[in-house]
């Protein structure tokens, strides 16, 4: 038994494909690279609004509460204070040699000091006029006419050779007291431990 086809309404049109835009072909570029200087064709689709809401520009100013997301305040942690280290350490022993090579270096430098210091101190005294005081001074006192002159007896030439003889006796008297006084160290440090020393890196 067929069933009877069910008519279509008579108000209803077949459903039509839609119209497909038009594609706009694009001009080919140039030899040299380049797209042609002329306006580029409009879309055939619908225009744009005129009243459409503005693009913002790049040097809009932001809001007032508003903080840029990279511009967090970063804390910074002081760093730890380091500890300050300690170490012990005992002179056990002294070289002698050693000790004999610096105090000769510093009785020579010393020795020098004391000659330069005997003629300085001469010349000071001559020119404040110090040597005619005292020489006015001992011939009021014994009577003599001028057969009294202290530059006779401590001239320039005598100070500076008393200070050269000085400073060369020092020189060898320094640098054998200071060498037996290493070798003096060295026997009592053998005895009690030698002397403690504490070494901070402050």
């Not at 001009?27 to 744009?48: E, F, I, L, V």
């Not at 000085?166 to 026997?187: D, E, F, K, R």
């Amino acid at each position: 038994m067929s069933t009877p086809s069910t008519p279509r309404p008579s108000g209803s049109a077949p459903k039509s494909a839609a119209p497909r835009p038009t594609q706009v072909k694009r001009p080919a570029p140039t030899s040299n690279g380049n797209r042609p200087t002329g306006a580029r064709p409009a879309p055939t689709g619908q225009p744009r609004p005129a009243g459409g809401p503005a693009r913002p520009s790049a040097g809009a100013p932001r809001p007032a509460g508003q903080r840029p997301p990279q511009s967090q305040d970063r804390l910074v942690r002081p760093a730890p204070k380091a500890k300050v280290r300690k170490a012990r350490l005992l002179a056990s022993k002294v070289e002698p040699f050693s000790v004999l090579k610096l105090a000769f270096l510093l009785s020579v430098a010393f020795g020098v000091i004391t000659v330069v210091a005997s003629v300085a101190i001469w010349a000071l005294l001559d020119l404040t006029g110090t040597f005619d005081s005292f020489n006015q001074l001992m011939r009021d006192a014994i009577g003599a006419e001028g057969t009294f002159d202290l530059r006779d007896v401590l001239s320039l030439g005598q100070v500076a050779s008393y200070a050269t003889i000085i400073a060369v006796v020092n020189v060898v008297v320094i640098s054998v007291l200071s060498m037996l006084g290493a070798v003096l160290y060295n026997i009592a440090a053998s005895l009690v431990g030698g002397v403690g020393v504490t070494l901070t890196d402050d």
